[in-house]
């Protein structure tokens, strides 16, 4: 039988490697590093599931899932959007989230793979039988269970960081605009008064000259 296609978009390396390791054995796995390299993706290779991470740059998870289900061929595509901001999702997406699923970073491997199977309805691979695992295997496993949250809360944490700065960042523009703004009316009304005043003294120079005149000066 040959394994169902699953797409991951995600804009972290560290994130898509992570989760194609996860998937290895159950699935092939596709890649793309963010929205615009997905939706090619996935109108080349039609996927029977799509992994989208929401925060992106060039087109973010919200407008690549719009454009996916903008292709008749990917219309019901199951789509499971990946985030550690939540708040962003619902945001754009009030719940309950109809058009797809939602998984919360950072996320175990067995949850992963759970939605992925209930999505494609396929049965989970089989567990090995109880003894048959050796300590150094259960040891890596959860080294790879623990690298794998690391993993997640290391790059939800510079999103987050980045996510804060950039706020701050626009913040102190609209200050700055606001500021901006203030000064070229403050310029705007002294340039008002000196000109009025110019022509006050223009006036008054040009009257100063016609009394010269009238007492015969030069």
Do not use: C, W
């Not at 390396?13 to 929205?35: N, P, T, Y």
């Not at 203030?182 to 008064?193: A, P």
């Amino acid at each position: 039988m040959t394994a169902k296609t699953v797409l991951v978009i995600d804009d972290s390396i560290m994130i898509r490697k992570m989760v194609a390791s996860i998937l290895a054995d159950q699935f092939q796995v596709l890649e793309a590093k963010d929205g615009l390299a997905g939706l090619e993706a996935a109108k080349k290779h039609h996927p029977d599931l799509i992994l989208l991470d929401f925060v992106m740059p060039k087109m973010d998870g919200y407008d690549t899932l719009q454009a996916i289900r903008q292709e008749e061929s990917l219309k019901n595509t199951p789509v499971i959007i990946m985030s550690g901001m939540k708040e962003q999702v619902t945001a754009r997406v009030p719940e309950p989230f109809v058009d797809f699923d939602f998984i919360e970073k950072p996320f175990e491997a067995e949850a992963l793979l759970a939605r992925i199977q209930k999505a494609l309805q396929v049965a989970p691979a089989a567990a090995a039988e109880p003894g048959s695992e050796t300590n150094t295997q259960l040891l890596l496993n959860k080294l790879t269970a623990i690298e794998t949250l690391l993993i997640q809360g290391t790059e939800n944490l510079i999103q987050r960081e980045v996510v804060t700065r950039l706020s701050d960042l626009n913040q102190r523009l609209e200050r700055q605009e606001s500021h901006s703004a203030n000064l070229e009316e403050q310029i705007r009304k002294l340039t008002s008064e000196v000109e009025r005043h110019s022509q006050g003294l223009a006036l008054i120079v040009k009257e100063l000259k016609h009394i010269r005149k009238l007492l015969g000066g030069s």
